[in-house]
């Protein structure tokens, strides 16, 4: 079964609120990764985490910030986030880093920031 | 240049034809393609792996030709469910990162 949920499905914040983004997979995969995604655009790599280290930011800014608690729990942690913020975000896995491994997608998380 | 470039679209085709998407990719490197397909409003879900010797997966034909550093797909007797955006998708040599098309979108109508 290929498949990464992630919670929750919508969420609208404000500017100064915290918030986190969930997502958890029971694959056995070693490899998870954030994404985010515009209206019309195609998704932008975010965070790379490999056996539970980051392993890659795409320079994303502060306001963002990811942990991994264990090898089938990715979050990220939104704070003081900007109205520009406001997308799709997708977490993904795979059964490693690295070539060769396809990703799987879950389901996404609509943000709106006011 | 992109490093991934597709024809955005839109295709609009009849029921039961044949269409076929390209892909040009700057990366001479790149180790992995794959194309994924994404709905409106969903998350992108992987379609196949572009192997170089080409493959096939039902109505579903990928190909690869490295020298031209080009992809295609081709999709046979469409059907209404096949209405999507057609995401390319490489992975560059050595890195983790996989890089996406802008994406093609085909309508499919009765």
């Known amino acids: 079964d290929t498949e990464v949920t992630q919670t929750p499905k919508h969420l609208v914040m404000g500017m100064t609120n915290k918030k986190s983004l969930k997502c958890e997979q029971h694959m056995g995969h070693r490899a998870m990764y954030w994404y985010k995604q515009k209206a019309k655009k195609p998704p932008e790599l975010m965070f790379v985490?490999?056996?539970?280290?980051?392993?890659i930011n795409e320079s994303v800014p502060s306001r963002f910030s990811p942990e991994c608690p264990n090898s089938s729990l990715l979050n990220l942690h939104l704070h003081a986030l900007q109205p520009e913020d406001s997308a799709l975000y997708l977490c993904?896995?795979?059964?490693?880093?690295?070539?060769?491994?396809?990703?799987?997608f879950g389901p996404g998380t609509r943000l709106t920031v006011t | 240049r992109k490093e991934v470039e597709q024809d955005p679209g839109p295709f609009n085709v009849p029921e039961g034809a044949t269409v076929a998407f390209n892909c040009t990719y700057s990366n001479s490197a790149s180790q992995s393609l794959f194309w994924y397909r994404q709905d409106c409003r969903k998350e992108p879900k992987l379609l196949m792996s572009v192997y170089s010797s080409g493959n096939e997966d039902g109505r579903f034909t990928a190909q690869l030709n490295r020298a031209s550093q080009y992809i295609s797909l081709l999709i046979r007797d469409s059907k209404l469910s096949d209405s999507a955006t057609y995401l390319c998708v490489v992975n560059p040599y050595n890195t983790d990162k996989l890089i996406f098309g802008t994406g093609t979108r085909l309508q499919v109508f009765p």
């Open positions: 985490y490999s056996y539970e280290k980051l392993s």
């Open positions: 993904a896995s795979s059964p490693g880093q690295g070539v060769l491994y396809e990703q799987y």
